[in-house]
């Protein structure tokens, strides 16, 4: 049992839904998803199968065995006696408000119902529901199964209870729960990514830079930064032994000339479209979907084992790996 849930449905079965099923499965909970696309079964076990390479590589045999995954016929029968449900059809919001006010109506009175939505406002995605109490936001991060960060975010009408409970489930699955203080659209995270990729996309359309030596100048420098201390514990080492004070007083005006672009958008016109996909067939070089997704999986568990060893408790994500690590250990010999 992880977080007292014995049981949670997926109502999705895209990357994300699926994600969500792995990393539920693999923890030991019984997973029923729905989603009425007639591939996704194939998705859920490609899914699977990359999950469960990742886990084994993290967790070896310490580790409980895995619950029962299976595809249910409809949404009703996969959200009966599920005690977690987690939705993540495609963000289009009269579809989420469909879904949610079916899965609302089927679900137990007690059982916590969150959506993957990566940017709607929880408050909107409660109209028209009988217990809108227990609907919040649980954003992740595509790999769901190896990534740990989820984004809670309450609507008006979600009961504090409901975020604490679902904080301790994600937390259970050893991800970090971050509770988004105010109700904004896109929250925090994806507001940040998507601030880097319209300056990316600007890049290339005006021919500064292909999409590679973008991920180039991104991976060899502040990538490798940000994935251990973040931008603002980044910024406190460049200003010395004066702080982010100083950092703040040298580099502040900067802010004010016209390096970026931000505010505006380039036009996602058939030439720039173009562009960007034939230079990523080339970044890939002959490299599949599957291929990629694997090297990406075991670059994140290199990196997670490495912030894991450095110092007793770990740090920053791999100090979750190395709580989770022993919470495997005692549901495998429990």
Request: net charge negative; charged share 25%.
């Amino acid at each position: 049992m992880t977080g007292g849930i014995e049981r949670a449905a997926c109502i999705g079965g895209g990357v994300i839904g699926s994600g969500w099923a792995a990393r539920f499965a693999l923890n030991g909970i019984d997973v029923s998803l729905y989603d009425p696309g007639p591939d996704a079964g194939s998705v859920v076990q490609a899914a699977m199968v990359n999950a469960e390479r990742a886990f084994n590589r993290l967790f070896g045999n310490a580790r409980p065995a895995p619950g029962a995954l299976s595809i249910a016929g409809s949404l009703a029968e996969a959200v009966d006696g599920a005690g977690f449900i987690q939705e993540s059809v495609p963000e289009r919001l009269d579809l989420k408000q469909r879904v949610l006010r079916e899965i609302d109506a089927a679900a137990g009175a007690d059982t916590l119902i969150a959506s993957s939505t990566s940017g709607l406002l929880p408050s909107v995605l409660q109209t028209g529901l009988k217990h809108p109490e227990r609907l919040l936001v649980g954003h992740p991060f595509n790999p769901v199964y190896l990534l740990p960060l989820v984004e809670v975010v309450a609507g008006r009408d979600t009961a504090p209870e409901a975020v604490e409970r679902a904080g301790g489930f994600y937390r259970s699955l050893g991800m970090k729960p971050l509770a988004v203080r105010k109700e904004i659209d896109a929250f925090i995270a994806d507001r940040l990514q998507e601030a880097l990729w319209r300056e990316a996309l600007w890049l290339v359309h005006d021919g500064v830079a292909t999409v590679g030596e973008i991920d180039d100048a991104i991976r060899y420098s502040f990538g490798l930064r940000w994935a251990q201390m973040g931008v603002f514990q980044t910024y406190r080492l460049a200003g010395g032994e004066a702080g982010m004070r100083h950092f703040m007083e040298q580099f502040g005006p900067c802010l004010a000339w016209p390096w970026t672009k931000l505010t505006h958008v380039p036009e996602l016109d058939d030439a720039l479209v173009d562009a960007i996909a034939e230079q990523s067939d080339r970044q890939a070089e002959g490299l599949s979907v599957r291929d990629l997704e694997r090297a990406r999986d075991d670059n994140l568990i290199g990196i997670l084992e490495a912030l894991e060893r450095r110092g007793p408790a770990g740090w920053g994500a791999g100090a979750l790996l190395s709580e989770a690590r022993q919470r495997m250990r005692e549901r495998s010999s429990g």
